[in-house]
């Protein structure tokens, strides 16, 4: 049993871990870049392609995503899984698409959340202090409202990572990834009780690690939660 | 455990403590908060009693438990002859038509997404009382009483002004008909023109319907003009407790003199005639607050006796209460805002703002001429730099 | 006071004509319109108001504060020979926090609660001149000092939920003061405190502003407030100035009915008691519909003395009555003078 879940590991930690950096680059940068533009037509196309990706269901753009790109114009071989210490290139035209995947969603709601976070800092009292002191606006608004603005994504992103290293069973399904989720629903499927334990326990443990992880992080980055 | 006659409102020994926790790994109880500590006083029929303090004084958590909105930790109040504080809380319920609550904030104390109807009428269903004409008319009678129109039954709270949510509030609040009405800091978020509006509708119903006060407010000028008499509280303990007109006009205790010696007036010559008491440093810490009396770290009248002994709260003429070792009876002219203060020539005895510099010192009482100087009760201003945090 | 003496040529501070107006969902709020003023050198104008008077929008104009993208600004601020209104963004921004400094209503929410309050400072330094990080720290622990913060060398490496709220606002204080300003905005400074400690930070204001010759604002509603540290007072209702005076005066002789409203409405403790208060009736205006002529007329109680119906349908302009005192009403002069002494009278005790 523990082996089994020691060949899935790896690849759910790749999978998840790709995704999450995916999702945090492009879902805060952009999420930023609608705030600065609050109101006019970027902000607008932000939230729009948000709303979009926040409504597909991921094993639709799955589908859709393997159809086209792989077996509709062949851009990429059809994945099959391997490390990226053998065969680095390989792991990389493997996960892509699963990253994709997997990303969309989360995607779409750090968007939102970013940017409906730092609109509300710009509102903040001691962003107007920021600008009273005379700072220049790049400071006020990357020191003073977005340091302020994304910390509580912090803690988002922490416990979605967690959710994600415990197996994400529908990429995974889709692009018949070896990792956890996928071994999960074939040990639900064939009742194997001790398997389907140890990965709920090995899914728990990660949640309440990250947990920690994420409440520690909170401490460094907000002085208010510190130990007294 | 039980009331005089023409007594609303009794409480005795008020305790209440809140827990401090630690957040680490293991949460525990690290220390209490002692938000009031042995707190006594009543609130007779159809009166108002002031209850005036800084923040941090536990002026909103003796509010607070009277009503057993917070569970004190301990001793006894009394409501209209009943011991309270030992019943569950369905059994509170009869008494809460005795005693209601009007809160400081009225942008967030009514439901939003209730209408004004359903919040004034909320005290009938949740009581099971079916008022006489119904609870729509009662509701409707209820708002024209407190300066609202009774077609705006269906609004909701967000179309309606601070001012006039605080009528919403007032309305709902005596709607039951109780007999003490506790009111947190019913004005302070309203604008001044606004204020006088609350303030005589508040006096209103009282002569209407016989209703008792615990008005709880930091602004001197607000409380005075409503109260009959006034209790002034400071970490947790009542300093001083008088009739209206004695605690103005002559105070005893040297934290009463230092509030009423910072609330500016608003009129230039006097004002500017003025000099303040001014207290050194910070609020101590409610969690380790000074040994005797809490008030001696900031106090001009500090004395040794001061950190050994707590001083008991003791009624030093009839009606007046005062926990102080040393009680000031009267301060030189130019001090404070007692009367006599309107009838010195203005100017005269003032000693003017503090030099500059910044530090701001204790009483600059030192730089008053002699003879305004008291004999029975020397001031001395001491040199102190204790400060506890 | 630094400078008491007779008017200069131009004054230190004199606003012209200002208006700010905000586009919102639901209309045009038209915060401030018709705003003149002037101060001269050394002095404190407090400016009173309720909320939504228009009197933070007023100081934050000032201060350039306006976000220029979204508001409808015109008029003109002369601040000491420089227009503000036009100037070029990297220009008003060097005036911020260097000529011009500002302190505002809650120190809690004003200072970041993510940066010691030090560094804050050196911030602000930084901001308008360059120097080695020890010097800065150097200059703003001795601002710390200065504006009465205790073991301020321990205190500069805390953060701001590690102090007081009295501390916190002097550490704005010091904050405000540390690239010697010429005009201080002070926008409800001591609201969100308790009143000894308003105490303090009243006289702290008044003895710096002794010691370094700085002009001063004062946006207030606390007409105490008021009494205790300006020289002269602007009242602001619905978006204007509707009296102008020497605080001794504006006491003494107010002309304008709402100004008497509001003297009349508060309870003050160096008075005999009166039974009831005196309130303005009504509500104030809402600025995205505003009455079409005086502001103040739906809750004058003396309008119906002017002849024509003007306070309903002609907006009246502030005039000179006496030297330094001006006044926006149709009322004539004298009558108005007339009101004030009887309802002073009344409120003097003599009821």
Known sequence: MLTLIETAAPTTFWLATGAFILWITAGISLGIFAALNHGHWPDRLVMGISLVGYSLPSFFIGLVLIFFVILQFGWLPFPSYISPFDNPFQFLQTMILPWIVLAVLNTAFYMRLTRNQVLETFNEDYVRTARAKGLPERTVVVKHALRAGLTPIVTAAGMDLAYLLGGAIITESIFSLPGLGALAVSSVLESDLPLIAGITLVTATIVIVANLVVDLLYAVVDPRVRLA | ?389 | MTTSGGPTENPFLEIKDLAVAFPTEDGLVRAVEGVSLSIERGRTLAIVGESGSGKSVTAQAIMGLIDRKSAKMTGEIWLDGQELVGMPADELQALRGGKVAMIFQDPMSSLHPFYRVGSQITEAINAHRKMGAKAARAIALDMLRRVGIPAADRRIDDYPHQLSGGMRQRVMIAMALINAPELLIADEPTTALDVTVQAQILELIASLQGEFGITVIMITHDLGIVADVADEVAVMYGGRIVEVAPTGVLYAQPEMPYTLGLLSSIPRMDRELSERLEPIPGNPPSPISLPPGCVFQPRCTYSDRVAAGACLNVRPELLETSAGHLVRCHLPAEERRQISRDVLNVLAGGS
């Open chain 2, 1 to 389: 455990m039980t009331t005089e006659a023409g007594e609303i409102l009794r409480v005795s020994d008020l305790r209440t403590y809140f827990p401090v926790r630690s957040h680490g790994l293991i949460p525990h109880v690290v220390g209490q908060v002692k938000a009031v500590d042995g707190v006594s006083f009543t609130v007779g029929s159809a009166e108002t009693l002031g209850l005036v303090g800084e923040s941090g004084s536990g002026k909103t958590t003796v509010a607070r438990s009277v009503l057993m909105l917070v569970r004190p930790t301990g001793g006894e109040i009394v409501i209209d002859g009943q011991e309270i504080t030992h019943l569950s809380s369905k059994a509170l319920m009869p008494m809460r038509r005795k005693a209601q609550m009007i809160f400081q904030d009225p942008y967030n104390a009514l439901n939003p997404r209730h209408t004004v109807g359903g919040i004034i009428g909320a005290p009938y269903r949740i009581q099971g009382i079916q008022p006489p004409g119904g609870v729509r008319t009662a509701v409707q009678a209820l708002m024209e009483r407190v300066g609202l129109n009774p077609e705006h039954y269906n609004r909701y709270p967000n179309e309606f002004s601070g001012g006039q949510r605080q009528r919403i509030g007032i309305a709902r609040a005596i709607a039951l008909r109780p007999k003490l009405i506790v009111c947190d800091e019913p004005v302070s978020a309203l604008d001044v023109s606004i204020q006088a509006q609350i303030i005589n509708l508040l006096r209103d119903l009282q002569h209407e319907f016989g209703l008792s006060y615990l008005f709880v407010a930091h602004d001197l000028a607000v409380v005075r003009q409503i109260s009959h008499r006034v209790a002034v509280m400071y970490l947790g303990h009542l300093m001083e407790m008088a009739p209206r007109n004695t605690i103005y006009a002559a105070p005893l205790h040297p934290y009463t003199h230092s509030l009423l010696s910072a609330v500016p007036i608003p009129d230039p010559v006097l004002q500017k005639g003025r000099s303040r008491i001014m207290l050194e440093g910070d609020l101590p810490s409610p969690i380790n607050p000074p040994s005797g009396c809490v008030f001696r770290t900031r106090c001009f009248q500090a004395q040794e006796r001061c950190s050994v002994e707590v001083p008991p709260l003791v009624e030093l003429e009839p009606g007046h209460y005062v926990a102080c070792h040393f009680p000031v009876a009267t301060l030189p002219a130019g001090v404070g805002i007692a009367r006599d203060v309107l009838e010195t020539e203005p100017g005269v005895s003032a000693s003017g703002l503090q030099p500059a510099g910044g530090q701001v010192s204790s009483a600059q009482l030192d730089s008053l001429p002699a003879d305004d100087r008291p004999d029975s009760t020397p001031l001395r201003p001491q040199e102190r730099v204790r400060r506890s945090r």
